[in-house]
């Protein structure tokens, strides 16, 4: 019986340290994550658009990525447009492979509201608006200061375990007419915690 604990007991702090000695950190496809913010691409006829996204990224340290900035809204953002969420996964080649991922949700004001949690009013106060209630009025909101999308990201309803991997997240938003009236491309990377960039 005492042979039998020892047993056990080895085998606890072999799989809770590995063989070596060091953590165990499975390579598992899903899990908890890290999500790093890589590039931001402008839509093709941005310029066009009613809501114009011109953001830019700053690297202010290894885990840190900021949003700097500006949003042009030519018409008002509110619960008559459409969101669009289209995710591209790349592949073990390089290419990315598109509609990974699809969520079409009306009521796009709120359904970002819902979605960014309290990051909303973190965003929404960081462009210089006093009202964090949707609709949003039109007009050009700068960014006063810059942010960390991190904190978004941990204050948002973003699924808390997910896939590894590099993505490419559109989100579009159209009109009652389902007329695009503008979308942003994030190129983030979900990460194990343990990995670094």
Request: glycine fraction near 6%.
């Amino acid at each position: 019986m005492k042979y039998f604990y020892f047993v056990i007991l080895k085998l606890v702090f072999l799989v809770n340290f590995g063989a070596n000695g060091q953590p165990l950190f499975p390579n598992l496809p899903t899990g908890e994550h890290r999500v790093y913010f890589k590039a931001i691409i402008k839509c093709k006829n941005s310029e066009n658009s009613d809501f114009q996204f011109n953001w830019k990224l700053t690297k202010t340290s290894i885990n840190t990525t900021e949003l700097m900035g500006n949003v042009t809204l030519k018409t008002l953002f509110d619960d008559s447009h459409t969101l669009l969420i289209n995710l591209a996964v790349k592949d073990s080649i390089g290419g990315w492979k598109d509609n990974y991922i699809q969520h079409k949700a009306p009521k796009a004001c709120t359904t970002m509201k819902g979605f960014l949690g309290s990051g909303w009013s973190l965003l929404i106060n960081g462009h210089n608006l006093n009202n964090t209630n949707c609709p949003i009025p039109k007009g050009v909101y700068q960014l006063t200061k810059s942010f960390d999308l991190t904190t978004i990201i941990s204050m948002s309803h973003f699924p808390k375990v997910f896939f590894y991997g590099t993505y490419k997240m559109r989100f579009s938003f159209n009109d009652k007419f389902d007329k695009e009236s503008g979308c942003i491309v994030f190129v983030i990377e979900v990460k194990r915690p343990w990995e670094t960039i």
